[in-house]
């Protein structure tokens, strides 16, 4: 168990001090305002390599979020790494740059990667759960996700990798296929099961709402303890 002072020296070294950052919506989930439902079965063919899913996904117009984006933002970091790293859709900033987990809470992930001995430059390979920004930073409509989540999947099975942590509750609730809110999916080791192969699956809350919650940050760390303790980074 990490005592409070080993855990205030830990987020010390994280960098995650009192920064703020406003989202447009509260991240705990009301039950029903996350239908889960997307189903896993209904995927790509098992063949498709990470290259050829993400020219697929460069081009995709299957929902209206690519009406409204730059670019789609597929991954970033290392294919096939060990550790794959979940979120929710671009933000501005991903949508500018075409990369995943940028700005603030791209450098605060980095920096709770980093407290584990994981990043995006060694060990780690990062995608969203909607490939495209929605307009006004809203949340992925269901709909939306249902869409776009056959090509996360698929980016799984293409990666392989070893343990998924799992940011925010869109990540939790699709890849989990539960309604269940962040706070009560925490604390245990899940399985995401892809071709009869069961993946370990930590969850944890989204580092935006980390930003914004700071007082969250301490159960995010034990979070990322019970990553570390799987031994697969
Ligand atoms: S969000 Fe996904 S499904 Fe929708 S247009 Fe973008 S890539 Fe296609």
Same mark, same amino acid.
């Given at each position: 168990?990490?005592?409070?002072r080993?855990?205030?020296?830990?987020?010390?070294?994280?960098?995650?001090?009192?920064?703020?950052?406003?989202?447009s919506q509260?991240?705990p989930?009301?039950p029903?305002?996350?239908?889960?439902?997307v189903?896993l079965d209904?995927?790509?063919?098992?063949?498709?390599?990470?290259?050829s899913?993400?020219e697929?996904v460069?081009v995709?117009?299957?929902?209206g979020?690519?009406?409204?984006r730059?670019?789609?933002v597929?991954?970033?970091?290392?294919?096939h790494? !060990?550790?794959?790293?979940?979120?929710?859709? !671009?933000?501005v900033d991903e949508?500018?740059?075409?990369?995943?987990?940028v700005?603030?809470?791209?450098q605060?992930l980095?920096r709770?990667l980093?407290a584990?001995g994981a990043?995006?430059?060694?060990?780690?390979?990062?995608?969203?759960?909607?490939?495209?920004?929605? !307009?006004g930073?809203?949340?992925?409509?269901q709909a939306?996700?249902?869409?776009c989540?056959p090509?996360?999947?698929?980016?799984?099975k293409?990666?392989?990798?070893?343990?998924?942590?799992l940011?925010?509750?869109?990540?939790?609730q699709?890849?989990?296929?539960?309604k269940k !809110?962040?706070?009560?999916l925490r604390?245990?080791?899940?399985?995401?099961?892809?071709?009869?192969?069961?993946?370990p699956?930590v969850v944890?809350y989204?580092?935006?709402?980390l930003l914004?919650?700071?007082?969250?940050?301490?159960k995010?760390?034990?979070?990322?303890l019970?990553?570390?303790?799987q031994?697969?980074i």
């Open positions: 168990m990490t005592s409070t080993n855990k205030a020296d830990l987020f010390n070294a994280m960098g995650i001090g009192p920064v703020w950052e406003l989202r509260d991240e989930s009301k029903d305002a996350m239908a889960s439902g189903g209904e995927m790509l063919p098992a063949s498709l390599s990470l290259e899913l993400q697929m460069a995709c117009k299957k929902c979020l690519c009406e409204t730059k670019q789609t597929f991954a970033d970091g290392i294919p790494a !060990p550790l794959m790293v979940v979120g929710e859709g !671009p933000g949508d500018a740059t075409g990369r995943p987990f700005g603030k809470s791209g605060l980095d709770m980093k584990v990043s995006r430059t060694n060990n780690t390979y990062i995608a969203n759960v909607v490939k495209c920004h929605p !307009p930073n809203r949340n992925p409509e939306e996700i249902e869409q989540s090509y996360l999947v698929q980016q799984i293409a990666s392989g990798p070893k343990v998924l942590l940011v925010g509750r869109f990540a939790i699709t890849l989990l296929n539960t !809110p962040v706070g009560e604390g245990v080791v899940h399985q995401v099961t892809l071709d009869g192969r069961d993946i699956a944890t989204h580092p935006a709402y914004r919650r700071p007082e969250e940050k301490s995010a760390w034990d979070d990322l019970l990553l570390k303790q031994g697969l």
